[in-house]
């Protein structure tokens, strides 16, 4: 399979076009998720696509989905792809990057759980002693786990435009205060048992963002992506040092390059290195085969 930059399924009507995902409008209960192989950083979609990542996106949070059931439902309705959509040529687009999921009311914050000091917190503590305004001991240094996983919502944001923090309150003033609290209760539990299981796989899981959404009766669901490398921040457990950044599964490798690039972070992106690209790609499959215990197979 070709990588695919954007999907093209004209027997749908296209309600969406991510960062990476590409949403399809089946019917009144149903849509069609596509996962490209569009890679985005510093919140700009790059023009070069990266090998299987699509799929292997897809991949990773169908497994997540599966093991985590049990803490709360998730969107995937078990609908072959291929039985939603028309030609030859879009079925062809689809293999493993595709779901159908159910059509759900997505929740207007992005619920995110750091388990360790890292990015953007990492800077914020360096300054004031604080993660999002939560107060942490002082001492710790750069990757240093903390001594509970915190929640730490923010806005969710266009494509292009930054997610912003906000506080719990904010939270609970956005989706009323039993709500926000069964979104944190719940995401700190999912991440807890993920965190455990990679640990075993040799990663360690220093932050994730999750995504939520309601049915007609207020039933809350897991929705988007969940724990992939994109929604993530995987380290190598076997290269964790505390008080350096270890290197990651994620797309820090090319936020890396492109820093150094000399690239001013606003669009258009530029094009990535053959090699860039291919070592990106190597991370992802890297990154399935560790956590699910199989070699990723495009077909």
Known sequence: MQPLLKSHIP?????????????????ARTMLLVATDRLSAFDVVLPTPIEHKGAILTQIANFWFDKLAHIVPNHLTGIAPESVVGSDAEKA????????????????IEAIVRGYLAGSGWKEYKTVGTVCGISLPPGLQE??????????????????????????????DLLGADLAKAV???????????????????IIIADTKFEFGLDENGQLYLIDEVLTPDSSRFWPADQYVVGTNPPSYDKQYVRDWLEASGWNKTPPGPELPADVAAK???KYREAFQRLTGAAFSPD
């Open 11 to 27: 027997s749908l009507k296209l309600l969406n076009q991510g960062k990476v995902r590409d949403l399809y409008d089946i019917d």
């Open 280 to 282: 990106t790609s190597e």
């Open 93 to 108: 687009q689809l293999g493993k990057r595709a779901i159908v999921v159910k059509k759900l009311k997505p929740l207007p």
């Open 143 to 172: 990757a240093s786990k903390l001594p509970a996983p915190i929640f730490t919502p923010s806005s969710k944001a266009e494509v292009g435009d930054h997610d912003i923090n906000i506080t719990h309150q904010q939270a609970a």
């Open 184 to 202: 944190a209760n719940v995401s700190i539990q999912l991440y807890k048992e993920a965190a455990e299981y990679a640990l075993s796989r040799g």
